[in-house]
């Protein structure tokens, strides 16, 4: 009986128990449904604004841009990732922080050059203040980074050292003294050259991520929570050849430096297809040295002078008003004509029509131009119309500018515009349509778009390749193309390019000497010019180098100032038996091209000794010793004379190197 009423006892007490479990469960449920619905009934937006926006915010995970490249797969700009080290004083543990924090203010000394006592009263402050995003540091290369993650404390991570880590992205250029300009730029703004044409390729789609308030001004990134992840851009595969935009480069610079000029530009491109495989345009700085930072040839229209008289003998001889019997008597060399002297620089008589190219006569070419067309200029204007010289061209890289020729409905028009614009004047046109028009006649008539891309890949996949895009199928009638392709070949040969024959290269081409703000007082200035191709038989590059305001008196004239930097630039990328070379580089009257053209010598530093680069060229050296860490500050251009520190010298990262660089 005992038992039973223990037993009864027992279960009264359990029950009460569970009884009032039920009646608590109950109240927090009926508590938790007058909690929603007096939420429901709640300003949902007034608590977001109070508190969740004003603590939380959604930021911007940027996307890696992608790389672009030169045609032979050479890494042109890429981007890179670098590191920005913030510290969280409210996660370090007090322990670890006392125990630790003299061995890690010993460890940044060493690393950043400064005192451990500085760092020490930095850390003390901020940790007493319980700083949670404290700026260390920023902008650290991977190495920097896997080397400071290492360091006591910073290797507890995030949650128990403090050590936070934001990645961004940084665009560098690994030609930076090759192609600067050419390259270019996007900074969200601005847009220039290679970089701005592609954009719309090499740009990701950015993600996003939430990041919480710290205090007034600072926001810590929440890393795990990731609302879009980002998606990198494209590779894109230029049409730049890097060996030909170098042997460019260097040409024209040696020339602008001889004459002491203030800019100048050289197109180089690929007869087939249309490709622009180098493209270079060099300024004079302040400090007297050549650099590439505009684009001359898209964004400034010039008055081509005698370039320009291919154009215009071209139609006539398309017109057949002109075949290889033609002659035009011009005299002395001097001819008023609509109250306009018009004269030559050299020379008189009777020319036929390959002298009056060859010889580049004003004269002649006005007379045979006004004579045609004189009464009906339209038909004459007609064909520049058709050889897209109205147009502005439909090209990527963005800054292009529109030619301005002088027609009949302009007020500027007289009786003596159509001489003018025959040879040269009264037209403005950018050098990368009078380029491609050079190009169709090598073209054998076929007048191609420039292109300046190759290709577009996407994780190792082309997603598009580049094909020739046809401008102009047909320019003018064969006999008329063939007739113009000897015309510029005699030039070479026997006129006014004569200068840069060889008997082991058949060039064409045509000289320009053109004066410009010739209507201001003062010395008269120049731009010399040089337009053609090689080899003249079977085309396989076509050149245009301009030279732009070059000392009168050290030389001005086309032939002289821009035809050698042609001769050079083909001579060292299709030269069959080179000329003006060294005896030993000949080997039973064959050229021993290693020796000609020098290659682009890999540097390395090993256990932290300088290496030797006297002697290297600097151009190829002074980016591979920036990309390995090292502030390099360089005089001269040409080849490197004087280096310090010296080789085997011990040097350390961010250590400045001095060359001195000499032709």
Known sequence: ?????????????????????????????????????????????????????????????KAARGNLFASDGSILATTVMRYDIYLDFKTMKDTVYSNNIGALTDSLSKMFGKSRAEFRQKFDEQKKKKNQYYTLVKGLDFDQYDRIRKFPIFKKGKNKGGF?????????????????GTIGMDNGELKSGLEGAFSKYLTGTDGKRLEQRINSSQWKPIDFWKVQEPVDGEDVYTTLDLRIQDIAHSALEKQLINYEAKHGTVIVMEVETGKVRALVNLRRTEAGEYEDSYNYALKDNIEPGSTFKTISLLAAMDDGFIDENTTVNVG???WTYAKQRISDGHGGGTYDISDVLAKSSNVGTAKLITKYYAEKPQIFLDHLKRWKLFDKMDIELPGITKPKIVTPQNKRWNAATLASISYGYSSNINLLQLTTFYNGVANGGKMLKPLFIDKIMKDGKVMYKAKPEVMV???????????????????????TG??????????????????????????????????????????KYTCYVMVSEPSPSKGFYGGTVAAPVFKEIAGKTFLKTPQNIEKEMLVDKKVNLNKMVEPNVKIAVNNKQMPNVVGLIGKNIIPQLENLGYRVDYKGVGRIKEQFPLEGTTISKNQRIYLSLQN
């Open 473 to 495: 199928s047909k320019m003018a009638s064969e006999k008329a193309i063939k007739m113009m392709t000897s015309a510029l070949t005699k030039a070479v040969e026997k006129g």
């Open 164 to 180: 936070i880590v934001d990645r961004n992205y940084k665009r560098e250029l690994a030609t930076s003294e090759i192609g600067a």
């Open 498 to 539: 004569r200068s840069i024959f060889t008997p082991n290269l058949k060039m064409a081409g045509k000289t320009g000497t053109a004066r410009f703000e010739y209507w201001l007082p003062g010395p008269m200035k120049y731009r010399a010019s040089f337009a053609g191709f090689y080899p003249a038989d079977s085309p």
């Open 1 to 61: 009986m005992q038992r039973q009423n223990e037993y009864d006892n027992k279960r009264k007490k359990t029950l009460r128990w569970g009884y009032l479990f039920a009646v608590v469960a109950l109240c927090v449920f009926v508590m938790f449904l007058a909690r929603i619905v007096i939420l429901q009934n709640t300003n949902v937006q007034e608590i977001k604004d109070d508190y969740i926006n004003k603590n939380y915010r959604e930021a911007t995970l």
């Open 332 to 334: 002395n060399g001097v």
